[in-house]
């Protein structure tokens, strides 16, 4: 039988309708027709975070709602698909830029996993025209790399689903900032891409299935040209299989080429980059946080939307919080989430263990589990545990570190002391460290601009050492060391 869904409040602000059929999943229906969407587990039924309010032929819970990888359709229905705005990062830390003083415009964009940031350049004078930014659209697939990587393996047409995501998503983002910059007239002669080496792959279409298995070998790593689409585009070089473009570009842009400090760069997302410069040496790991602090596998995480707890602030007895934008509390995000388990350490309700008893209720419903708990104490372990050997690897103690720079949307929002008492970041570098906002987004921008600055930039892919963390001996006790709660 042939049905309508009719979505409300979609991303243009219209109504849309979509045909289908009855005894279809409303998962696969809304991914057909290219509907955005999140499901952090990739549509297993795991995550509970592609929850929608709906009716009519459509089964719901009694609170009105459906998960949209889990129910399908009956008869014509409707669902209440009011997605809020994420708060995406896009400013960085580089105010002037180097051209090569080419005429024209171009395109940078940094490729997150979650999110994507883009920004059209005037290429003769180095000049920023506009930016944007938007969630990933990959996100239907899964919130990791691993859980791209899974679905792309599947078929070639799911390969090409994915990368197809990526450029409809760039393509949007171009024509909204050249109408931003009042030249829709114009064209965009040069795009150049940063991102994770598994977005780089997807985003380029190349194989990338020697990233699913170890040892994680990349089709490619140099910096260079293609024509992707029909589009000529630079690709940014990535280290290793998971230490990407994003790191380079990141790199470049902090001056890890320049001076001669002990300096950290951080990146904490969903896969952590670390790279550390000693005395002209450069050592970098991939440590596999996961999602938490992303919002997914957390019982009430979210992105950074309007209305996530984004800080959490002892006062007297108790506490005090506050939401992006000042909306209603409806989650907690990444930021937040380190302010709350930050608080209960200090106040006992969680073991060194990581025991934690009864939920904690923030709001009327926004709650801490047991089981974020747990989310927490590996995301921290693992990013702890690759920044302590790193240091081994360099000989020095945390104290030598000069300067310690956290790039990425959450780096620059948490609070340093909160991820200093739960042991996240050392706390000998709590007063020596400094957001450096989008530094990715910068680096690709020098890129795209400036021979000079890839040339730069390759030549710390090349001198940069990868250090494989699972491969170190004592990775496990140092792991297992940093899972505690002192």
Request: charged fraction near 20%; aromatic fraction near 6%.
């Amino acid at each position: 039988m042939n049905c309508t869904l009719t979505i409300l409040s979609s991303e243009n602000g219209n109504n849309i309708q979509l045909a289908c059929s009855a005894g279809e999943r409303l998962y696969d229906v809304l991914a057909r027709n290219g509907i955005r969407f999140s499901a952090p587990c990739g549509g297993k039924g795991k995550c509970g975070k592609c929850r929608v309010h709906a009716w009519g032929g459509i089964k719901t819970d009694n609170d009105g709602t459906c998960l949209i990888c889990k129910t399908y359709i009956e008869n014509d229905c409707t669902i209440d698909f009011n997605e809020k705005h994420a708060r995406v990062l896009t400013g960085g830390i580089v105010n002037t830029f180097e051209t090569d003083g080419h005429k024209g415009l171009g395109l940078a964009a940094d490729i997150g996993t979650t999110t994507i940031a883009v920004y059209l350049m005037d290429m003769l004078t180095g000049k920023e025209l506009a930016r944007t930014s938007m969630l990933n659209p990959q996100r239907i697939h899964g919130a990791d790399v691993i859980s791209r990587l899974q679905y792309a393996l599947i078929s070639e047409d799911n390969r090409r689903t994915l990368s197809n995501e990526i450029h409809t998503a760039l393509d949007e983002a171009g024509r909204i900032l050249l109408e931003k910059a009042g030249l829709s007239n114009q064209s965009i002669l040069l795009s150049a891409f940063a991102g994770n080496t598994v977005m780089m792959h997807l985003a380029s279409g190349y194989d990338a299935s020697g990233l699913a298995k170890a040892p994680f070998i990349p089709y490619y790593t140099a910096a260079h040209r293609r024509t992707v689409y029909g589009k000529k585009v630079f690709l940014g070089g990535c280290v290793s299989g998971y230490v990407g473009a994003d790191t380079t570009a990141a790199m470049l842009a902090c001056g890890f080429d320049t001076g001669d400090e002990t300096v950290l760069l951080i990146d904490i997302g969903t896969n952590g980059e670390i790279v550390l410069r000693d005395k002209g040496r450069y050592f970098c790991c991939s440590c596999a946080a996961g999602p938490a602090f992303e919002g997914a596998h957390i019982t009430c995480g979210t992105g950074a939307v309007d209305g996530a707890i984004d800080h959490l602030t002892e006062r007297g007895s108790g506490f005090t919080y506050t939401t992006i934008n000042g909306a209603e509390p409806s989650g907690i995000c990444g930021s937040g989430l380190i302010d709350a388990i930050a608080y209960l350490a200090r106040n006992k309700s969680i073991n060194p263990m990581g025991r934690m008893g009864e939920r904690f209720y923030i709001s009327d419903n926004v709650f801490i589990a047991p089981e974020d708990v747990r989310e927490v104490q590996l995301a921290k372990a693992a990013i702890a545990a690759g920044i302590e050997i790193l240091c081994s690897k360099a000989q020095i103690s945390y104290g030598e570190i000069d300067k310690v720079y956290l790039a990425g949307g959450f780096g620059n929002c948490i609070s340093v002391a909160s991820a200093c008492s739960i042991g996240l970041l050392p706390k000998e570098i709590e007063h020596k460290t400094t957001g450096v906002g989008n530094a990715a987004g910068d680096g690709i921008k020098m890129q795209l601009l400036s021979e000079a600055s890839v040339r730069r930039a390759e030549k710390l892919r090349r001198l940069t050492e990868y250090v494989e963390l699972s491969a170190e001996p004592d990775f496990e006790d140092i792991f297992s060391d940093n899972l505690l709660f002192y």
